[in-house]
């Protein structure tokens, strides 16, 4: 009731700041005089942004006006030294910033344009004593012009005047048929939305069949219910996704829309510092849906070093070489092979070449796709049907074979009984889209909603760990963490014309690969710090800029904690020292190489948009790398929170990933991986639940 009563006072303060925002954008996103499809249009970008908002679920929409309302108009030109004065200061700028958008809307163009260009260089300026605020302004302006640039850069108007194409001809047909601006549906949507379940129909537990619930379609969910069902093809299967189930032919064609709609969190979860981002999925196929179609098996020093010797290190005493085997046994599933040269956007090559020439030795990455067109949207997911994602491949057959697939279905908490330390879990209880709760019950329960997911539904049934007093639950978070190297060159590269991974250059000895990626237009929204007339001069030359994407596997860990946010939880999390060298040093080879393939300029993400102009320049311009330069540090590849571990005092599942102090219930989803493993997560998070299906099958 007080969620819903704090929307509706802010949809009352969007809809009063709406005059504002339609002129803050345009001086947000800089004039364009000679291309008429990229001068912004104030009216038509808000609108945009009111249909977005209006997709959110209502605790999203919180955050987003929450940044508005936040949003300063106006920072001193220096700031006192005295904390009391300081914290005067913080409380009264949002509060004057109010007053001042009057004078903003009543102001010239140039005069806004002013405004704006003093707001983000003085918070450059100031960005050391952010740090020590409770809410960062700069993180606040950034969030808004995310929002701002975001919903520009989705309209079909503004991709005109990029040229940006929805697709490219190929000598072949994808999966969806050769309609390409229309793609037809896939036989596995059909099928999926023809027999979808309903909370009302799986709920009681009939007898004669072992009942399996499992919760969460994506790669460790889906995975986990196929080879179940396989192992044990009597069995009832029942599969609940808290979110919806969007067919291939309905999937958004815009990133913005797909972040409102299939996004958890509108696709930005922020840790509690505000300094890392954290992306995921909440829809049928779950992060397999909206990922880069990369399906990395560790091989070499991956496994060897990343995987066995680490994890065991932190207490992993798996079967490694049949772990090792169900590695395989992914790979014809999903279709896994190298990206075929011909669906690579022109970038890549430039890239490769680039690295080449610096000493390093790319390698084609591997995909799961079929028919691939390389339209390079593959984050909105996959119209085509090409990408092997879960609701094209193992959700289908379990289905087919009698499956019961429930999507808007939440689970609220698992029903649990018994003492601390000796519980039975009997199902969980679920909430359908209509707000009716019904307790699902089943003989055994598969947990796999994803890190941040699964702790909550731990955390909210109650479960913080298997002995008293000690919290394993949450603990022991990480991610593999990437942030974008841009490269501006002065001939075209045409990054969005193809697939958006195409090359990977290995740095072991890091820990680190680095990935040569594009995405669609609102992706240098989102990633680009650039405002004003530099932002548009950027998007001028958008198909001369090239992109690379440095991912470590960080060493640092974090905590999944209870709190008093929209969502109730919060990912407490910062890169260590040693984190932010080796991502230096990754930024710097890119840059490198970009110099070495012809690049006029390099740059980051870091908040005071500024570019390196020379190689010369690269070790002072990545000289200082770290939080107090607020660059978009990323992951899609949550780890932890839940981990293995042999000893109920130091994790949460055994090697069997059966949970310690829980009869019936096993989880095998990302958050039981005890140290992040650099390289894509998907065949990792696949092979885990393959691993642990035949002791779920076989367990009394």
Not at 205 to 215: D, E, M, R, S
Request: aromatic content about 8%.
């Amino acid at each position: 009731m007080l969620e819903w009563l704090i929307g509706k006072l802010l949809w009352l303060y969007w809809r009063a700041n709406r005059p504002f925002l339609v002129r803050f954008a345009p001086a947000l996103i800089g004039p364009n005089p000679h291309n008429p499809d990229l001068a912004p249009d104030g009216r038509a970008i808000i609108r945009e942004l009111d249909r977005l908002l209006g997709l959110m679920t209502t605790s999203v929409f919180v955050q987003a006006a929450s940044s508005v309302l936040a949003m300063p108009l106006w920072v001193p030109r220096r700031l006192p030294y005295s904390r009391f004065w300081r914290t005067l200061l913080f409380l009264f700028v949002p509060i004057w910033s109010q007053f001042a958008r009057i004078g903003f809307c009543f102001s010239s163009r140039a005069a806004r344009a002013r405004i704006v260009d003093r707001l983000f260089t003085r918070l450059g300026d100031q960005a050391a004593a952010e740090e020590e605020l409770p809410i960062k302004s700069i993180i606040v302006i950034g969030a808004v012009k995310t929002l701002i640039t975001g919903a520009y850069l989705d309209l079909d108007r503004t991709w005109r005047g990029l040229d940006y194409q929805r697709f490219q001809e190929r000598p072949w047909t994808p999966p969806s048929g050769p309609d390409l601006a229309r793609p037809g549906r896939s036989s596995a949507s059909t099928l999926l939305i023809e027999r979808r379940a309903r909370l009302a129909d799986v709920a009681a537990k009939p007898a004669g069949a072992t009942t399996y619930l499992v919760i969460g379609s994506g790669a460790g969910g889906a995975t986990a219910a196929y080879f179940i069902q396989k192992a044990d093809p009597s069995a009832r299967i029942v599969i609940v996704e808290s979110g919806p189930l969007v067919p291939n032919d309905e999937l958004p064609d815009h990133l913005m829309q797909a972040a409102s709609t299939i996004y958890m969190n509108g696709g930005f979860t922020l840790s509690a510092d505000e300094c890392s981002t954290f992306v995921q999925a909440r829809t049928v196929g779950g992060g397999t849906l909206v990922n880069n179609s990369v399906a990395w098996k560790p091989d070499g020093f991956w496994w060897d070093e990343v995987v066995v010797k680490r994890w065991e290190r932190f207490g992993v005493t798996l079967d490694w070489p049949r772990l090792h085997r169900s590695y395989d046994a992914m790979l014809d599933l999903i279709h896994a092979a190298p990206v075929k040269p011909v669906v690579m956007a022109p970038m890549a090559e430039t890239l490769r070449r680039g690295f080449v020439a610096t000493g390093h030795d790319p390698v084609d990455v591997t995909i799961d796709t079929l028919d691939c067109i390389g339209c390079g949207r593959c984050n909105s997911g996959c119209r085509y049907a090409s990408k092997q994602s879960m609701n094209e491949t193992t959700l289908p057959a379990v289905v087919a074979a009698g499956g019961l697939l429930v999507p808007d279905a939440h689970v609220t908490k698992l029903a649990l009984e018994g003492p601390p330390g000796a519980q039975v879990c009997r199902g969980a209880h679920v909430r359908d889209g209509k707000g009716v709760e019904r307790l699902v019950e089943a003989d055994k329960i598969v947990l796999a909603a994803g890190a941040f997911a699964s702790t909550k539904i731990l955390r909210r049934s109650g479960f913080s760990g298997a002995l008293a007093g000690v919290r394993t639950v949450g603990k022991r978070f990480s991610g593999n963490m990437g942030t974008p190297v841009f490269g501006e060159f002065a001939t075209d590269q045409y990054g969005a014309r193809g697939i958006q991974v195409g090359y990977a250059i290995e740095m072991p000895r890091e820990r680190m690969v680095i990935e040569t990626a594009f995405g669609p237009p609102a992706t240098i929204g989102m990633e680009a710090p650039q405002w004003g007339s530099a932002f548009m001069g950027l998007l001028n030359n958008y198909n001369r800029i090239a992109v690379a994407v440095p991912v470590i596997g960080a060493n640092a860990y974090g905590t999944i904690n209870a709190d008093l946010s929209a969502s109730g939880y919060t990912i407490s999390y910062a890169l260590d020292d040693d984190d932010w060298y080796r991502l230096t040093l990754g930024m710097k080879a890119a840059g490198k190489a970009m110099f070495a393939a012809g690049a006029t300029r390099v740059g980051s993400s870091r908040f005071d948009a500024t570019w390196a102009t020379s190689p010369d320049e690269l070790d002072a311009y990545f000289g200082a790398v770290g939080p107090l330069q607020y660059l978009k540090v990323t992951t899609a590849h949550l780890q932890g929170g839940n981990v293995l571990h042999t000893s109920a005092a130091q994790g949460v599942v055994d090697m069997e990933m059966r949970v310690h102090g829980i009869d019936r219930l096993w989880i095998t989803d990302a958050s039981i991986i005890p140290s992040p493993i650099t390289v894509n997560l998907q065949m990792t998070v696949m092979a885990l639940a393959h691993y642990a299906a035949a002791g779920i099958v076989a367990a009394i």
